[in-house]
């Protein structure tokens, strides 16, 4: 079983020439087909450890491993982990001026699997992949995110998802400023990608309203770069109703 495992993980940024720990000793194993929903309060570290796993030059590891069936993952590059079958949907998707999104996921798709896929299914299968998320198909000559809505651009980080077919997915607040029905559509499409390859997810979020689409296996309590409490789908319930203030009041 395809296995990604997080021991003692400390992290820290520069802020204003001074080192700021942010993850202070994560422990997490994610095996494949699970999913693990991290939430916490604002400033806990959850999105420095999306980051963190993704490669993201700011952050700098000062101690433990991130690993991938045993392989280390902080002495891959950006792209190798990427080929390696990690994947990150960011809370705040960038524009690419002049790269269409048909140029990009072409070209991410060849660097992922090594070889450029078929034209001739190619087209159909971004097509179908975009529809399935209620993009207009046209969406595919624009250039990636410029002048797409916040829910486009998360729909179209979950197309990436489904055709890339990664092994672990992070998924950063993929919720945030989606109504209603685009939460639907992008959690159905998470929900399809996990199904059809046995995706592992880390799915980030502050709320429990996508954990009613996304079904966890576990739920982790962040809290001032540790995780202060581990549970089943039962937690998350818990904190719809408590919120998170029994973590932050401190303990006579």
Not at 38 to 54: C, Q
Not at 75 to 84: K, P
Request: aromatic fraction near 6%.
């Amino acid at each position: 079983m395809t296995t990604l495992k997080i021991t003692d993980l400390q992290v820290s940024i520069e802020a204003d020439g001074v080192k700021k720990p942010i993850l202070k000793g994560v422990d997490l194993t994610i095996n494949q087909g699970e999913i693990h929903a991290v939430m916490g309060p604002n400033g806990s570290g959850k999105s420095t450890l999306a980051y963190t796993i993704a490669g993201h030059p700011r952050y700098h590891v000062d101690g433990g491993t991130i690993e991938l069936d045993g392989e280390d993952v902080l002495a891959m590059s950006v792209d190798e982990r990427a080929r390696a079958g990690l994947f990150l949907a960011m809370q705040y998707p960038v524009e690419i001026p002049g790269v269409t999104v048909a140029n990009f996921l072409r070209t991410a798709k060849t660097a992922i699997d090594g070889e450029a896929p078929a034209i001739r299914t190619w087209g159909p299968t971004l097509k179908k992949a975009m529809t399935d998320l209620k993009m207009d198909p046209a969406f595919a000559a624009r250039n990636v995110n410029e002048g797409f809505s916040g829910g486009e651009k998360k729909r179209h980080e979950i197309v990436q998802l489904e055709l890339l077919k990664p092994r672990f997915a992070v998924l950063d607040e993929t919720d945030s400023g989606l109504d209603v029905d685009a939460l639907k559509i992008v959690s159905e499409g998470v929900n399809r990608a996990h199904a059809d390859t046995g995706l592992g997810i880390l799915l980030i979020t502050h709320y429990t309203r996508i954990l009613r689409y996304i079904k966890p296996d576990f739920v982790h309590v962040f809290v001032d770069g540790k995780i202060a409490e581990e549970g089943g789908p039962e937690l998350a319930e818990r904190l719809e109703s408590e919120g998170y203030d029994r973590y932050l009041t401190p303990t006579a």
